[in-house]
């Protein structure tokens, strides 16, 4: 049975909104500073900006003019399962209280609601497509809680660590602020690492014409360096052509993603694919 | 208002002018807001070139089937109750013996009839099924949450039809004609409401099953 988190009466946070969401209190200066530099002239331009553009997007109207509020998608959330079956963690309920209410006041929410949608959106959503599996109309509800997370990230509303990947990605294409130096040198330390186990075991970097271009998440070079070493052993052993890219564009963590910074996110996807391009590879293997 | 509702003129008009209002609008509405999101889709890059007849049609009858996705087989009592609903409410007006004579007096074509208890039974079924969602929207908690008038008014679009059809057949509450005419001005909301309300779930069903279908098999997986 799914444990339910008991909330304190004196601590709980009841939504100004909907009665029924009431959570525990979460401090996160991603959150509680950033809402700070909020207006509600700075909301509604965004929220509107963000969902003009979307109205262009059949992807995004559909959904909303099909959806007949069946909650028929709640069995799929494991955030709905895990709290006793609490409706305010059902998909359809998480649209209700963010992007349904930002559409029919029009934008003109407060600076304390898009907090809320930001908790709900970064914090009780993992964005996993299970929904859209158990909708009978197969609708995309987790495109449109991306949506969510877009404007709670254009209006710079996101979890603090999540918005430090993110600064680290737009600035180093790298998720832990890793320069290339640091980067080709943890490299060349895992090949000796290597060695004293395979005989003349090699890290390549910067093989042109290389069959595999590997593309480690930044946690492998700055605090997981031995699955660094485990990767070229099975590469070695496998007797595998591989590479890996010298410049940035080397790090497949797309955390911009998750935050829904999308020009972040594509520079990195970019990144890779014209590493791969660089280097001639046939085939672009990432960690995960 | 019983005299206004009851004269013969407000007959002649429900049965003629505002039948041809209700097809046009019904028809004509459907195509215009299916053609809309398609073309509104066409402009999207990663709607058109997923896109896959086989992937689609497969999606389309893994959820018509009753109890064959996951979510069916979860949930026995909701997929038996909304599968008899939309067989009665799509499938009854079409073949019910009373509509064809009036196809038959008007334009003189026939086809199928359902036999006058199995529509009876279907017509019921439609009404329960109606009352069975109203429940459901009143007290299962995560639906009542997402529950707006809105809702209510969709439910009632479908639900006054089949009740003042199964009244009128019946000659129940009120005399037949007076029933019959209510049982036309609801069928007639029904037709003209459908594409614009989210009943048109009916036809954008297959837009966004096809959507989903289509990107589930491109990564190789089936749509549950």
Known sequence: MAVVEKVKESEKVVSREFKEYIRPPVADPGFDESIKKLTPEKIEKTINAVLNMMGGAATFVAP????????????????????????????????????????????????????????????????????????????????????????????????????????????????????????????????????????????????????????????????????????????????????????????????????????????????????????????????? | MYDFITSPSIYSFVRGPLVWVAFIVFIGGSIYKTRSMILLAKKQKVVFPYLDLKFSLRSFLHWLIPFDSRNWRLRPVITTVTFLFHIGLVFTPIFLLSHNILWYESWGITWWTLSESLADIMTLIVIFACIFFLLRRIFASEVKFVTFYSDYLILAIAFFPFFTGFLAYHQFLLPYKTMVILHMIFGEIMLIAIPFTRLGHMFYFFLTRAYIGSDHGYRHSKDW
């Open chain 1, 64 to 288: 909303l003019k099909t959806c007949i509020h069946c909650a028929l998608c709640s069995e799929a959330c494991h955030w709905y399962q895990s709290h006793g079956k609490d409706p305010t963690y059902a998909p359809v309920a998480k649209l209700r209280m963010t992007l349904w209410e930002m559409i029919k006041r029009k934008g003109k929410v407060s600076p304390e609601f898009i907090k809320q949608c930001a908790r709900i959106s970064f914090c009780e959503c993992n964005l996993c497509r299970r929904c859209s599996m158990y909708c009978p109309f197969g609708l995309d509800i987790t495109f449109q809680m991306g949506m969510v997370r877009r404007i709670c990230y254009v209006l710079g509303v996101v979890p603090q660590s999540l918005m430090d990947y993110d600064n680290s990605l737009s600035a180093t294409l790298t998720q832990l602020w890793i320069n290339q130096a640091d980067w080709i040198d943890t490299m060349q330390w895992q090949e000796e690492e290597v060695r004293a186990e395979i005989k003349n075991v090699r890290i390549p970097i910067d093989k042109e014409g290389a069959d595999v271009m590997w593309c480690p998440l930044g946690t492998e070079p700055k605090v997981a360096t031995y699955h660094i070493a485990r990767t070229a052993k099975v590469m070695n052993v496998a007797g595998i052509d591989w590479t890996v890219a010298a410049r940035d564009g080397w790090d497949a963590a797309n955390m911009s993603m998750f935050a829904r910074g999308m020009e972040t996110m594509q520079r990195i996807v970019r990144g890779i694919f014209e590493n791969a391009l660089r280097l001639k590879v046939k085939r672009i293997v990432l960690t995960e």
